[in-house]
């Protein structure tokens, strides 16, 4: 298995090659366009996020278009990091992401391949460097100390504080609150006790 500063570097690279400085979820249209990867929409069953399929010459990611918009977002990262990782397509031409495999949070015991596109996707979609900026600036606001961990419990003002960052956060990464919560937790910049 890759390491995970292995998938972050290559992920930033990405960043770096297309000079992505805000919103990465908003540029996957422009990377894909670039690497000759067409993006399609695709009713999916209920328990198939998308694939990475590559058809005689042509790439493909498909993402299943009942989805919300941030778990859209999550999953053509994680397309695209198959891509970018260079995975070894299953039957020489497809890898199908089912949705027990397309985690934002991590923590099931899944394929290699999955772990590490997931990896890359909220690498890509939350980027460190760019995370602790928008997140410290919104602690500013709220007068929290962005260097230590935000507690939130069962109290309302630590509640309050996660919900105005969480709200604020997601909308800027286009992310759910889930994959926000285990970047997030995962950087050390969030302890959770509910």
């Given at each position: 298995m890759m390491q995970r500063n292995d998938i972050e570097k290559c992920a930033n690279e990405v960043l770096r090659q297309y000079n992505i400085v805000g919103a990465p979820y908003s540029h996957?249209?422009?990377?894909?366009?670039?690497?000759?990867?067409?993006?399609?929409?695709?009713a999916f069953g209920p328990n198939m996020d998308?694939?990475?399929?590559v058809i005689g010459n042509q790439k493909h990611i498909f993402y299943n278009s009942t989805m919300i918009p941030s778990r859209q977002n999550f999953t053509k990262a994680h397309e695209?990091?198959?891509y970018f990782l260079k995975h070894p397509l299953e039957n020489g031409n497809a890898i199908y992401c089912y949705n027990q495999n397309v985690s934002e949070d991590n923590k099931q015991n899944l394929p290699r391949i999955e772990t590490e596109a997931n990896y890359f996707a909220?690498?890509?979609l939350m980027p460190k460097r760019l995370l602790l900026s928008e997140y410290s600036s919104i602690a500013d606001v709220l007068n929290i100390n962005p260097y230590c961990p935000l507690y939130v419990d069962s109290q309302s003002c630590n509640y309050r504080d996660w919900t105005i960052v969480s709200n604020s956060l997601t909308a800027i990464f286009g992310v759910s609150k889930e994959a926000?919560?285990?970047r997030m937790e995962t950087l050390g910049l969030l302890k959770f006790n509910l």
């Open positions: 996957i249209k422009e990377i894909c366009e670039n690497e000759d990867i067409v993006v399609k929409r695709t998308g694939a990475f399929s695209l990091g198959h909220s690498y890509f926000l919560r285990y």
